[in-house]
C-alpha cells in the first residue's frame, strides 16, 4: 500500500472518531482493525494530525497488547502454553503448526501474510485444555495432527 493511500485511510479514521488526544486508543484500533497492525509510518502523521508527541502515541500503542507493530496474518492461530495446556502438551501441537506453515519462534508470520503463529499464556479454557485460538475462535482439545487439518481448512477459505 502506498503512503498516500495509507494516509487517507488514517484520514478517513481521524474524520470518523475524532482528532484530539482523548481519541488516541480508539483511533489506533481502528488503525489496526483495518490493517491489522499500526504501520510505522503512522506515528509522525498521527503527531502532526492529533497535536501530540511520535513519543507519547508510541507508548500508548506498546503499552496495550492487543496492538501490534508488527504485520500480521489473516489468520492469527494463538497457542496456549499456560500450565494446564503445556501438561497436556502444548509445544508438539505448536512445533506442527510451525513446521505446516514454515514458521519459527524468530518469524511467527508467514511471508503471504496469511497465518500468523503466537503463545499465549492461559486462554482461560484450561478445561478445554490443550487450546488454540483461530482469530478468537476457541478449539478445544488439540492434537497436532488436527492443527494440521485445521490449518489445511484454514488454506481452503484463503
Ligand atoms: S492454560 Fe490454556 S486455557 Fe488455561
Known amino acids: ?3 498516500a493511500s495509507l494516509y487517507a ?6 474524520e470518523e472518531i475524532g482528532n484530539r488526544e482523548r481519541n488516541l486508543i480508539a483511533v489506533l484500533q481502528s488503525i489496526q482493525e483495518h490493517f491489522r497492525y499500526l504501520p510505522k509510518e503512522i506515528f509522525p502523521y498521527l503527531s502532526k494530525k492529533i497535536g501530540i508527541s511520535e513519543a507519547k502515541i508510541y507508548s500508548v500503542a506498546t503499552f496495550y497488547e492487543n496492538f501490534s507493530l508488527e504485520p500480521k496474518g489473516k489468520f492469527v492461530i494463538k497457542v496456549c502454553d499456560g500450565t494446564a495446556c503445556h501438561v497436556r502438551k502444548s509445544i508438539p501441537i505448536l512445533e506442527r503448526l510451525r513446521k505446516d506453515l514454515t514458521l ?6 508467514t511471508d503471504d501474510l496469511n497465518f500468523t503463529v503466537e503463545t499465549v499464556s492461559c486462554l482461560g479454557a484450561c478445561g478445554l485444555a490443550p487450546v488454540i485460538t483461530v482469530n478468537d475462535k476457541v478449539y478445544p482439545a488439540m492434537t497436532p495432527d488436527k492443527a494440521t487439518e ?5 488454506k481452503g477459505e484463503l
Open 150 to 154: 485445521l490449518v489445511n481448512q484454514l
Open 9 to 14: 485511510v488514517v484520514d478517513s479514521i481521524l
Open 1 to 3: 500500500m502506498s503512503q
Open 104 to 109: 519459527s519462534a524468530s518469524k511467527s508470520t
